[in-house]
C-alpha cells in the first residue's frame, strides 16, 4: 500500500488511481472536519470537494515538507473558514438557533441536557481551543500534528488541552457522578 505522500506525486504525474486512492482514504473525513465548522452537510461536501478539485487540477500546490494528511486537513479548515467568512456567518448562527430551539421542546433527560450544556461551553471558547478540541477530541489526530495543523508549537497544544479541559470542567461540575 502506498502511503498519501506517494500517491500525491503519481497524482502529480496525472495518475487517475492514485487519485482515486487519495480520495477515498480521506473523503468522508474531511467531510465530516469541514461539516465542524460548517454545520451543514452539503456545504462541507461542496468545500472538501474543490479542495478535492485543486489537488486533481493543480497538484504542486502540495507542499512535499509536511504530510499529506495535515496538509490537507489544513486545507480544508482554510477553506471552511473562508466560506464562514464568505457568508458572514449567517447560516452558522441559523443553525445554532435552530438548534436550541429543537433542545427546548426535548423532555429534560440527563444525557441531552449533558450534551447541549458541553456544546454550550465549547461556543465560549476562543477559535484555538474549538480547533484544538475537534481536532484532538473528534478527529482523534496526535498532538504533532495538531501543532502542525495550527502552526503552533507542539507545547502550546498541550497546554491549550490542559488549559480548556480544566475550564470545562469546572463548568461540568455539576455532572459529577460519585458512587
Known amino acids: 500500500m502506498s502511503s498519501d505522500e506517494?500517491?500525491?506525486?503519481?497524482?502529480?504525474?496525472?495518475?487517475?488511481?492514485?487519485?482515486?486512492?487519495?480520495?477515498?482514504r480521506y473523503f468522508d473525513k474531511l467531510v465530516w472536519f469541514?461539516?465542524?465548522?460548517?454545520?451543514n452537510e452539503q456545504l462541507a461536501e461542496d468545500t472538501v470537494q474543490e479542495i478535492f478539485i485543486k489537488?486533481?487540477?493543480n497538484p504542486s500546490h502540495f507542499d512535499t515538507e509536511k504530510r499529506f494528511s495535515t496538509w490537507v486537513y489544513t486545507?480544508?479548515?482554510?477553506?471552511?473558514?473562508?466560506?464562514?467568512?464568505n457568508q458572514k456567518n449567517q447560516?452558522?448562527?441559523?443553525n445554532e438557533k435552530f438548534q436550541e430551539a429543537a433542545y427546548d421542546n426535548v423532555?429534560?433527560?440527563?444525557?441531552?441536557?449533558?450534551?447541549k450544556h458541553i456544546a454550550d461551553i465549547l461556543m465560549q471558547l476562543n477559535e484555538k481551543e474549538q480547533m484544538i478540541f475537534?481536532?484532538?477530541?473528534?478527529?482523534?489526530?496526535?498532538?504533532?500534528?495538531?501543532?502542525?495543523?495550527?502552526?503552533?508549537?507542539?507545547g502550546s497544544v498541550k497546554s491549550g488541552i490542559?488549559?480548556?479541559?480544566?475550564?470545562?470542567?469546572?463548568?461540568?461540575?455539576e455532572f459529577r457522578y460519585e458512587k
Request: charged fraction near 30%.
Open 6 to 24: 506517494q500517491l500525491m506525486l503519481l497524482v502529480g504525474k496525472g495518475n487517475r488511481r492514485a487519485f482515486e486512492l487519495l480520495y477515498e
Open 34 to 39: 469541514a461539516r465542524t465548522f460548517l454545520n
Open 55 to 57: 489537488i486533481i487540477t
Open 75 to 85: 486545507s480544508v479548515g482554510n477553506s471552511s473558514k473562508n466560506v464562514l467568512r
Open 91 to 94: 447560516e452558522r448562527l441559523h
Open 107 to 115: 423532555p429534560n433527560d440527563d444525557k441531552l441536557f449533558l450534551k
Open 134 to 154: 475537534k481536532l484532538r477530541f473528534e478527529q482523534d489526530l496526535p498532538i504533532k500534528e495538531i501543532a502542525e495543523i495550527l502552526a503552533i508549537p507542539e
Open 162 to 173: 490542559y488549559y480548556m479541559l480544566k475550564k470545562m470542567s469546572l463548568q461540568l461540575k
